[in-house]
């Protein structure tokens, strides 16, 4: 059974930091795409960041440029997105997805509907 289980969101203050994790089973890591999405309250649903995991080559959106870090930890099957200088427009439920297997280069990056797993997200508000 193919699982992602997402988690370290929670509430904080605007400027902070937040590591969110994505920890993966079911399917052979190595070969994985992993992207991290994002859906704010009355908003669809955006592209942040994605990697790839046999290579560790990675994709930023505008908005996570700068701010952001996604990693990953073969050992562990798990992705993490480092949030630095949080703002209040970064407040959404975070979804982790994986696409098996990855195809090469950056262009699977956002395509959502191209995804075949998805975990159930995890909230972050960032207040003022």
């Known amino acids: 059974e193919v699982q992602l289980v997402e988690s370290g969101g929670g509430l904080v203050q605007a400027g902070g930091s937040l590591r969110l994790s994505c920890t993966t089973s079911?399917?052979?890591?190595?070969?994985?795409?992993i992207g991290w999405f994002r859906q704010a309250p009355g908003k669809e649903r955006e592209g942040v960041v994605c990697?790839?995991?046999?290579?560790?080559?990675?994709y930023y959106t505008d908005s996570a440029k700068g701010r952001f870090t996604i990693s990953s930890d073969y050992a562990k099957n798990t992705v993490y997105l480092q949030m630095n200088s949080l703002k209040p427009e970064d407040t959404a439920v975070y979804y982790c997805?994986?696409?098996?297997?990855?195809?090469?280069?950056?262009?699977?990056?956002?395509?959502?509907?191209?995804?075949?797993?998805w975990g159930q997200g995890t909230q972050v508000t960032v207040s003022l």
């Open positions: 990697i790839t995991i046999i290579d560790g080559g990675t």
């Open positions: 079911g399917f052979t890591f190595d070969d994985s795409g």
């Open positions: 997805a994986a696409m098996v297997p990855v195809p090469y280069g950056s262009d699977w990056c956002l395509e959502q509907y191209e995804y075949d797993y």
